[in-house]
T-cell receptor, first 115, second 113 residues
């Protein structure tokens, strides 16, 4: 069974541009969540989706947005990039969204560098 | 708000030493607690979990007990190996009108031969 797939693996953008990252969950998983990982802040929760609906959102500005498609694939978008957006963006999927003890399966991430 | 605090690293130990990585949390509800691990060059993966008070999660010689009275979930291993060198993340997951998982900042562990 294929794992969580994130594309692209690396991205270099300049300030002011926008970027779209993609995540394909494990087959059969219907919940997808996104995280920003930086050396100083660790992993910070961005948002979680289930059945094309955003169920929860972290404390990030409106420049960060996402969506989920009917096949459970998800995209996140960052507009008007800032230097501080440079980070590893991780996507995770899970099988049963209705439980707090649900295990997350992570992708390898997209490393975004903003110059 | 909901948060996870874990001890700062890096932690450097010799092989066969005892390991403790402290983790405490603040949560508005009744969360499940997790330890995830990120080995060099690999993705984040679940190490162990516990879902209610006094539950003990265990895997690969690591253990952690859900302590509701002290809001803690400390990770322990009796004898570390070089292969345990990694970054360890404590996390909680709860439902606040929508599910979310909150991670600590991570603790890097180096084990010397």
């Amino acid at each position: 069974k294929a794992g969580v797939t994130q594309t692209p693996r690396y991205l270099i953008k300049t300030r002011g541009q926008q970027v779209t990252l993609s995540c394909s969950p494990i087959s059969g998983h219907r919940s997808v969540s996104w995280y920003q990982q930086t050396p100083g802040q660790g992993l910070q929760f961005l948002f979680e989706y289930f059945s094309e609906t955003q169920r929860n959102k972290g404390n990030f500005p409106g420049r960060f947005s996402g969506r989920q498609f009917s096949n459970s694939r998800s995209e996140m978008n960052v507009s008007t990039l800032e230097l501080g957006d440079s980070a590893l963006y991780l996507c995770a999927s899970s099988l049963d969204p209705g439980a707090t003890n649900e295990k997350l399966f992570f992708g390898s991430g997209t490393q975004l560098s903003v110059l | 708000g909901d948060s996870v605090t874990q001890m700062e690293g890096p932690v450097t130990l010799s092989e066969e030493a005892f390991l403790t990585i402290n983790c405490t949390y603040t949560a508005t509800g009744y969360p499940s607690l997790f330890w995830y691990v990120q080995y060099p060059g690999e993705g984040l993966q679940l190490l162990l979990k516990a879902t209610k008070a006094d539950d003990k999660g265990s895997n690969k010689g690591f253990e952690a007990t859900y302590r509701k009275e002290t809001t803690s979930f400390h990770l322990e291993k009796g004898s570390v190996q070089v292969s345990d060198s990694a970054v360890y993340f404590c996390a909680l997951r709860l439902n606040t009108g929508g599910f979310k998982t909150i991670f600590g900042a991570g603790t890097r562990l180096f084990v010397k031969a």
